[in-house]
């Protein structure tokens, strides 16, 4: 058991002896676990997390075309930093909920993918949001692509650096 939870623990009102009684069992119970069936599970759970995280990156871009057309410059910005910061919510609460038996090496590999997807996505999606707004002059406001792909990457990175660095949750591998 990590001395994190340990600590945890005691602050709830656990007794020395529950919290090694605990340690025991979870410890006896990977001994039990001789196939590494918890480890070759999580590893296929944080690949499909990794996927569909792929997945709806690009679904979000898709989503955006109609309201990159619609919002000005200062709404489309605020929307994009929205939208990046939720998703990028929803990816720190999968990829740290199945940290016990991923390696730093995923973690970065993960933090690398996804933001590097996102920009193509979105840089591919006010490129073409923009010839749309050419062909039917929609609106006179044309979205940088550049900005709004570096707004969302930004806003989807901050929960997971913040957990990563602030919270110090790396050092634990």
Same mark, same amino acid.
């Given at each position: 058991?990590?001395?994190?939870?340990? %600590?945890?623990?005691?602050?709830?009102?656990?007794?020395?002896?529950?919290?090694?009684?605990?340690?025991?069992?979870?410890?006896?119970?990977?001994?039990?676990?001789?196939?590494?069936?918890?480890?070759?599970?999580?590893?296929?759970?944080?690949?499909?997390?990794?996927?569909?995280?792929?997945?709806?990156? %690009?679904?979000?871009?898709?989503?955006?075309?109609?309201?990159?057309?619609?919002?000005?410059?200062?709404?489309?910005?605020?929307?994009?930093?929205?939208?990046?910061?939720?998703?990028?919510?929803?990816?720190?609460?999968?990829?740290? $909920?199945?940290?016990?038996?991923?390696?730093?090496?995923?973690?970065?590999l993960a933090a690398t993918i996804i933001p590097i997807l996102a920009i193509f996505n979105l840089y591919a999606m006010v490129k073409i949001s923009?010839?749309?707004?050419?062909?039917? %002059?929609? %609106?006179?406001?044309?979205? $940088?692509?550049?900005?709004?792909?570096?707004?969302?990457?930004?806003?989807?990175? =901050?929960?997971?650096?913040? =957990?990563?660095?602030?919270?110090?949750?790396?050092? =634990?591998?």
């Amino acid at each position: 058991m990590k001395k994190e939870s340990k %600590t945890r623990l005691m602050k709830k009102g656990w007794s020395k002896e529950d919290i090694e009684k605990a340690d025991e069992i979870i410890n006896e119970r990977k001994l039990q676990d001789k196939s590494r069936s918890t480890v070759h599970a999580n590893r296929i759970l944080f690949w499909t997390v990794l996927l569909v995280m792929v997945i709806g990156n %690009t679904l979000v871009s898709f989503i955006l075309i109609p309201l990159l057309l619609v919002f000005n410059r200062l709404a489309m910005n605020a929307f994009v930093v929205v939208i990046g910061f939720s998703i990028g919510l929803l990816f720190n609460f999968l990829v740290w $909920d199945i940290e016990e038996h991923i390696t730093r090496k995923h973690h970065l590999l993960a933090a690398t993918i996804i933001p590097i997807l996102a920009i193509f996505n979105l840089y591919a999606m006010v490129k073409i949001s923009n010839a749309i707004n050419n062909v039917f %002059t929609l %609106t006179e406001v044309r979205g $940088d692509p550049l900005t709004v792909s570096a707004l969302y990457v930004i806003a989807f990175l =901050t929960p997971y650096l913040f =957990t990563l660095f602030y919270k110090k949750k790396i050092k =634990t591998y």
